[in-house]
């Protein structure tokens, strides 16, 4: 197989061929991993597994709590640094390596499989395929590629990652292909109910007066389109909540007719360190604004990270933000 230049995007065949080839393998996604890269990682591991090579799964944190209940979550290796990366190093949605916070990766020959825009394209090989809802559609279409039969196992963690990374099928990346991946997970053995019920009613109380709180405190721009939302580490602990229990909360004012956008603060490592992350309805594109401050992700769904007080960053991306429905609502 002819290497292609690191900034080409190869094809599936390609991956797979490299695959065939290697038996030791390390798989990881992004720091902080949610439900597409926790599903896309493991399903990669359970199918490796059956090919008779071998599927050291890392990350850097740990997988969310509701997560916890699915196969194979518990022989993740939680590390921040890997001193063997194995005959080649799968990377799932991280735009680039430094995101996985994973040291010694770059010692391997890597794999970089993504469907965000703006990848660095940093791999020996770089598969990206931006039509994709999920990171697991493309890990799917890699599992077929390569023989092995869907098990109930990995269908359950490509279906887990579609239904989270899609907003429970909200976002306008979803497609026929996206519905079909679905359906035939479904034949595997995945319970649609099941699953839904395990990641997103096994709350616990901390979990729902964080949701109080913070909601509570959210804020409205003077057209009522833009909402935000904010947390620090005080609100957390007084709530007897985790940052972790934060998950899903930005999609809650999206509820609301009105309000188009939301943008939500999380404190980080001080006062002034700040994790941003954005959601949107219809055709705002607020992945536009991610990348400005050097984030990223999909037009509905992208984040970013920023220094500064909390009032000049709020003032800053609701400017932003609405600049951005603003430009929606002309092309409409």
Not at 6 to 20: C, D
Request: glycine share 8%; net charge negative.
């Amino acid at each position: 197989m002819t290497t292609p230049t690191p900034t080409e995007s190869v094809t599936v065949a390609q991956v797979a061929a490299a695959i065939r080839t290697r038996q030791r393998f390390v798989i990881t996604s992004h720091a902080r991993p949610d439900g597409d890269a926790i599903g896309s990682a493991l399903a990669m591991a359970f199918a490796l597994r059956q090919l008779g090579k071998e599927a050291r799964v890392v990350f850097r944190d740990e997988a969310p709590p509701p997560l916890q209940v699915f196969p194979g979550i518990a022989d993740i290796d939680v590390t921040a640094s890997v001193d063997d990366p194995g005959d080649a190093v799968i990377v799932m949605e991280s735009g680039d390596l430094a995101r996985t916070g994973v040291a010694g990766l770059d010692r391997g020959f890597v794999i970089n499989i993504d469907h965000h825009p703006g990848n660095a394209m940093y791999g020996a090989l770089n598969w990206v395929d931006l039509s994709a809802a999920a990171c697991s559609e493309m890990v799917f279409t890699l599992i077929q590629a390569l023989g092995v039969p869907l098990t109930r196992e990995i269908a359950t963690h490509v279906y887990v990652a579609i239904l989270t990374d899609t907003g429970s099928f909200h976002y306008s990346s979803i497609s026929p292909r996206t519905f079909e991946i679905c359906r035939l997970c479904m034949e595997a053995g995945v319970e649609p109910p099941a699953v839904a019920r395990s990641i997103f009613d096994s709350n616990n109380l901390g979990r729902l007066k964080l949701f109080g709180a913070v909601l509570n405190q959210m804020e409205l721009d003077p057209t009522g389109r833009l909402a935000t939302l904010y947390v620090d580490h005080a609100l957390a602990t007084g709530c007897g909540g985790t940052y972790e229990d934060t998950d899903g909360l930005i999609n809650m004012p999206l509820t609301v007719k009105d309000i188009q956008a939301v943008v939500f603060f999380k404190e980080n490592d001080g006062p002034r360190d700040w994790r941003i992350s954005m959601r949107s309805k219809g055709t705002i594109d607020i992945n536009a604004v991610a990348k400005q401050f050097g984030g990223g992700g999909h037009k509905n769904a992208s984040g970013c990270s920023a220094t500064g007080s909390i009032a000049e960053l709020k003032r800053t991306f609701r400017e932003k933000i609405v600049e951005a429905i603003d430009a929606a609502d002309r092309r409409a």
